[in-house]
């Protein structure tokens, strides 16, 4: 495997978050949608934007919300399962979430810009 590039997420607030294993940064707090959905470790956030993030193969889930064709994430650089990609959505009132990220609050770390600062220095 190659070397690892990490990009910054874009956004102007201050706080992000990041992989719990690796630190590497996956989103921004200013691209939260929904902060009403549970994950199979709890509490999972719906994110408009994410970076640093493979998604596994598709496969067809029935969700709470019925069904929906969803892509596991992943973090790019430790591969620790992070939550899921909405591919497609079977039901018209849920295509709002098609092409958003789900991010298991159990599988990621808030970090605040003064981390962030320490993180890139430790990245030099």
């Not at 509490?43 to 596991?72: D, P, V, W």
């Amino acid at each position: 495997m190659g070397v690892f590039f990490e990009k910054i997420p874009p956004g102007s607030l201050t706080m992000y978050y990041a992989c719990r294993r690796c630190n590497t940064l996956l989103a921004n707090q200013q691209h939260i949608m929904s902060v009403n959905f549970r994950g199979a470790s709890g509490t999972a956030y719906l994110f408009e934007k994410a970076e640093n993030i493979l998604c596994q193969e598709t496969e067809k889930r029935h969700l709470m919300t019925g069904q929906h064709y969803t892509s596991n994430l992943v973090c790019a650089k430790c591969q620790h399962k992070l939550g899921w990609f909405y591919d497609y959505a079977c039901e018209q009132s849920q295509e709002y979430k098609e092409g958003k990220y789900i991010l298991e609050l159990e599988m990621v770390a808030k970090v605040t810009i003064t981390t962030l600062d320490e993180h890139r220095l430790a990245a030099q």
